[in-house]
């Protein structure tokens, strides 16, 4: 039981390039999220999906994109990675109606 | 906007003591909050809930008391041991809302 996987675990982009974060969760979860965490501050929210087939926008949607391919894999894309985004990403899920959320291992992320 | 926040940012505590990570939150709507541990190079784990009509939960030497009239949260470990030492982050997720807005985080060091 793998829970949460997300790949890569490390990544190195050049401004302006463009990135998929895979993620994908083996637990039948509906809702799946995606975080990112700066030095210092905690996980703030980009895009989640309540379920397959819906997406909506967390506190920091500007720069991505994402797609909930179906219910185990939700995507997170950066289409032209800047320095700002360097950060690590953290994918999550959980069954609608608990409060535990699992995240995965995290993916650091470095935009030079 | 409303959020969570803590405290204090760092907490050192002697092995075998008790520690106590305080958190202070904003939003009157919320209906859960929920404290995570997160160990060095792993992703955040679900350590305990506490619904906002109660006031006290406690599970395996964690307790957390919710103060609804001064909005404040803690989360209390008995006999603090080595392998606590960690970021703890508490979370409120909003009456009706799928996400979750997390503080800051506390670091908590287990000195020998």
């Known amino acids: 039981n793998a829970g949460v996987t997300q790949t890569p675990k490390f990544q190195v982009l050049k401004t302006g390039q463009s990135m998929t974060l895979q993620c994908a969760q083996d637990m039948n979860h509906n809702s799946m999220y995606w975080y990112r965490q700066d030095p210092g501050m905690g996980l703030r929210l980009i895009y989640y999906?309540?379920?397959?087939?819906?997406?909506d926008k967390g506190e920091v949607p500007n720069g991505y994109n994402v797609s909930r391919l179906n219910k185990r894999e939700f995507s997170l894309r950066l289409e032209s990675a800047a320095p700002s985004q360097t950060s690590v990403y953290f994918c999550?899920?959980?069954?609608?109606?608990?409060?535990?959320?699992?995240f995965g291992q995290g993916t650091r992320l470095t935009v030079v | 906007g409303e959020s969570v926040g803590l405290h204090l940012p760092t907490l050192s505590v002697q092995e075998g003591d008790n520690s106590i990570i305080n958190c202070a939150y904003s939003n009157s709507a919320s209906d859960y909050f929920i404290w995570y541990k997160q160990e060095s190079g792993k992703g955040p784990q679900f350590i305990i809930d506490i619904r906002s009509n109660m006031d006290k939960r406690q599970g395996q030497r964690v307790t957390v008391l919710l103060n609804k009239t001064v909005k404040h949260l803690s989360l209390q470990i008995a006999a603090t041991q080595p392998g606590d030492s960690a970021v703890y982050f508490c979370a409120e997720k909003w009456n009706y809302g799928q996400n979750f807005v997390f503080g800051p985080g506390t670091r908590l060091s287990v000195l020998p």
């Open positions: 999550a899920s959980r069954i609608r109606g608990r409060t535990e959320a699992f």
């Open positions: 999906s309540a379920s397959e087939g819906t997406t």
